[in-house]
């Protein structure tokens, strides 16, 4: 076979609620990829020489806005009510808040049973107990909970016979049932049924269970151990949850699926639990808060006087 060469991992550490100014990036550009005003970022950066929005900042290290300590009982809805900001836009500033999910349906029918397989990949460590949860539009079913697998390319295992082949329609061998998942098979007594197969359970090393909510859509994830930053977690959800593809929405391959907000993130490089910082790019002038632009702690000092 081919030779492998060694293979090395590299932790890089980043400023938090900063960016690092590249030849051509202007205020007004950068304020794009984060869906601010170029207003915004100059009041964050009272060292700046020209208001320019336009004007070639070079290589600088531009501060974003400001950092705020998350405190206890705080969570995604709180703060995003306390400082008038979208948890879409939370999840921008902060990427721990969201974690890279692909998807992939098997059958990719509109309207039928399918086998749900999920990776997910979190960009801070995870505990046990810890949810992740995915919105799923594209995905409709009643509510279910159970547990999952890592992969199942081939679902082999007999699970149950159900009715659905009849001798003068079908022939053994014929794919039968919800979503094509059985198989018409004769039994012991010679009879033709629609023998259904699901996937070989194995624990799930990460997992504990999963669950489906109809209403919200959405498929959470419940840990069963530590999962590290980086960390891809495989998830594939058996055809006995009995969720169906959507017939009017397209499948999704990707999304983002929600971390929760702790009050401590493990820091790799103090390799301890530190106070959890989020990066806030807040209106210009709101509530007061105008005057602190620049100074982390001011902030602090500010939300304690409200």
Known sequence: GEEVGEQRCFGIMVHKCRHSMRSGDTL???????????????????????????????????????????????????????????????????????????LSYSPETAGHVTQVAV??????????????????????????????????????????????????????????????????????????????????????????????????????????STVHAGQPIRVTVPPSASLSLSATLPPIPSAYADIPLTEKLYDPKANATVATQLCLILPVCDGGLDCVFGSDCHLRDAIDRQ
């Open 119 to 224: 990776t997910v990949t979190p960009r801070r460590r995870m505990l046990r107990g810890e949810n992740i949860s995915l919105h799923v539009a594209c995905i409709e079913g009643r509510e279910w909970s159970g547990r999952v697998t890592e992969e199942c390319r081939e679902p082999l295992v007999e699970r149950r016979v159900v009715q659905g082949c009849a001798s003068e329609a079908h022939a053994p061998g014929m794919k039968c049932g919800p979503g094509g998942w059985g198989q018409c098979r004769y039994d012991a007594d010679g009879v033709l049924g629609c023998h259904e197969f699901s996937c070989p359970f194995a624990p799930h090393p990460f997992v504990s269970k999963a669950t489906w909510t109809g209403k919200a859509q959405r498929l959470i994830l419940t840990l069963s």
């Open 28 to 102: 007004e550009s950068v304020a794009v990829q984060y869906k601010a005003d170029w207003l915004q970022l100059f009041h964050a950066n009272p060292n700046l020489h020209s208001h320019n929005a336009d004007k070639t900042t070079g290589d600088l290290l531009l501060r974003l806005g400001v950092t705020y300590t998350v405190r206890p009982g705080d969570d995604v809805e709180r703060v995003s009510d306390k400082f008038l900001l979208p948890p879409s836009l939370l999840a921008l500033y902060n990427p721990e808040l969201a974690a890279p999910t692909s």
